[in-house]
């Protein structure tokens, strides 16, 4: 597993978030893009491989205020185009889980309850239309007390290359660490015994390293 196979992950995520919206989006050797306005908090466009050239890649998206790129491999300079770094991250994989029980009460998300996971994640930006692909699964840790944690995942690749990504997790009560171990295991058995893959940045990613995930490169988001 490497930075690409992250990033080829979270270009899916962002394909199944924009065309949820009703977005159109292509995906070409190198990159993937829509060529209108993201979702809020999702990029426009996101590299597949290092060296795309900057020109082909703000041709394939509203270069105008408001855009923003995701730079997987943080090799581009937007700065001359009139973008500044929204933030720096690092790219995470791990290792198939081992089979095991999680500590939280997690829940599967169905379209009936997603307006809970919408609340507890502080966004209605994920539409319900993302639950129809079978490798998607939205997560919900809630006990008595009310929602603990929230998380996405999906699946993506093919054969041996299958790794499913894990996103949007959010710790609203209790042990960071705790949520991202359970993580890997509810991964395994929701989607299958496939490695995981996913990014964050400064404090968040002390968690997912102390429960075995490993950094394997820097991305950058560029916003205009």
Known sequence: ?????????????????????????QTRAGLWSTPTRSPEAYPDGVTLRPGVPAQEVLGSVDDSAGASVKDSFADLDLAPHGY????EARWLVRAVARPGTPLL???????????????????????AAVLDDPGVRLLLAEDDE???????????????????????????????????????????QELGPHPLVGYESGADLAPPIATGFATVGPLRVWIR
């Open 84 to 87: 500044t770094v929204l933030f």
């Open 146 to 188: 009310g929602p603990v944690a929230v998380a996405a995942l999906n699946r993506s690749g093919d054969g041996p290359r299958t790794v499913v990504g894990v996103s949007n997790v959010r710790v609203l009560r209790g042990d960071p660490e705790t949520v991202w171990a359970d993580l890997a295991v509810v991964a395994r």
């Open 1 to 25: 597993m490497d930075a690409s196979s992250a990033a080829a992950n979270n270009a899916a995520w962002c394909d199944l978030v924009c065309r949820a919206a009703g977005l159109p989006t």
């Open 105 to 127: 009460p997690w829940r599967s998300i169905e379209a009936t309850t997603l307006p809970r996971w919408w609340a507890a994640h502080g966004s209605r930006v994920v539409g």
